[in-house]
């Protein structure tokens, strides 16, 4: 299955995930699985990360590791997860910036340490 849009929303991805895992993938891994496999896919990469942009050089291993790619397996996870457990995540998006506008509205630009 190739996918093949200049964008996708949130509701098409986790539309997308579903068909392929049940086409391709035959089903999904249970949801606390996928919640470790989650916890492995930040492993990367944060691997990734504090090589490329922290104090760790980068092993063999870890040179042409893409960074996109890892981001993307995070995101893939993740969501399986919402598909698993009905979180619509255009909708706790929304939710999410609603929350963050009334809770940090002048929080950060109060910040002493972000000026």
Do not use: P
């Amino acid at each position: 299955m190739k996918i093949e849009r200049e964008e996708i929303s949130l509701s098409q991805a986790q539309k997308d995930v579903d068909h392929w895992i049940k086409t391709i993938g035959v089903r999904y891994f249970s949801e606390l699985t996928n919640m470790t496999i989650l916890m492995e896919e930040v492993g990367e990469l944060a691997r990734i990360m504090s090589r490329k942009y922290g104090e760790q050089s980068f092993k063999e291993s870890d040179k042409g590791k893409d960074l996109g790619d890892e981001m993307a397996d995070v995101l893939w996870v993740l969501i399986c997860l919402a598909n698993q457990t009905g979180v619509d995540l255009t909708e706790a998006l929304q939710k999410n910036f609603q929350k963050k506008n009334i809770r940090d509205k002048d929080r950060h630009k109060n910040n002493d340490k972000l000026k």
